[in-house]
């Protein structure tokens, strides 16, 4: 695949971080490059790259990434920047922001979808080191639907 190809700013591979399907996580996870998850996570996810949920992969967390990929289950709101995918047998309950939304075959979402447009991007950019650095990512509005992650 050509995300493992793919070079950072200084010249090197991405990094990898792979968290296994006999692995469970509670807390924040805060990763630069490519995140896989196979195991189950509680707390919250930033992720300044791809994180890809594999179809054993279990998330209860809020994500603010730039891609999301899930074949796996996601229980929380997702920011995704750049784009998010769910594949066939992916489970979302949730709310989504992202900016390209890709939903396959026999997929579960349960939650609302909002489209980031140019305006909306422009704002979340100015207002993503104030959401990342929060101990409790708040990226959606108390009035939202989820209220498992809040």
């Known amino acids: 695949m050509s995300i493992f190809k793919k070079r950072s700013d200084n010249g ?14 509670e807390g924040r996870i805060k990763a630069y490059d490519l995140i896989r998850i196979d195991g189950t996570i ?5 992720c300044q790259g ?8 279990k998330i209860e967390a809020d994500i603010v990434a730039d891609s999301v990929l899930i074949g796996g289950e996601v229980i929380g709101n997702i920011l995704a920047k750049n784009r998010l ?3 066939s ?5 949730g709310d989504i922001v992202t900016a390209h939304l890709i939903i396959n075959d026999g997929v579960v979402f349960d939650g609302s979808c909002q489209m980031m447009t140019d305006e909306k991007d422009k704002q979340f950019t100015s207002k993503k080191e104030n959401i990342l650095n929060e101990t409790t990512l708040k990226v959606f509005p108390k ?8």
């Open 143 to 150: 009035d939202s639907k989820n209220k498992n992650c809040q």
């Open 85 to 87: 995918e769910i594949a």
């Open 50 to 57: 791809v994180l890809e949920v594999g179809i054993k992969g």
């Open 12 to 25: 090197n591979a991405n990094s990898l971080t792979v968290i296994g399907n006999k692995t469970f996580f």
């Open 42 to 46: 509680k707390g919250n996810i930033e």
């Open 89 to 93: 047998g992916g489970k979302v309950r």
